[in-house]
């Protein structure tokens, strides 16, 4: 098991993030009850930001985080 904080690769510098994306199944979910509330982040001038409720990693793909760019 991976302890890792998701990496999302995205072409907005505006991101919003509820932790819960990734366990949604069939629309039937409560997104407080799965995720934290959504908060919207802003991608600098480093290329990504990270959330501060579940560390996921937004990277802006070309941006100078980009690994896979390179």
Known sequence: MSTQPETVFTDSHRVSC?????????????????????????????????????DRRFVLKGGPADQQAA
Do not use: F, M, Q
């Open 18 to 54: 509820d932790g819960a994306s990734d366990i949604r199944t069939a629309g039937n979910y409560k997104p407080a009850a799965l995720g934290h509330p959504r908060v919207w982040l802003e991608i600098d001038e480093k290329g990504y930001v990270d959330c501060g409720y579940c």
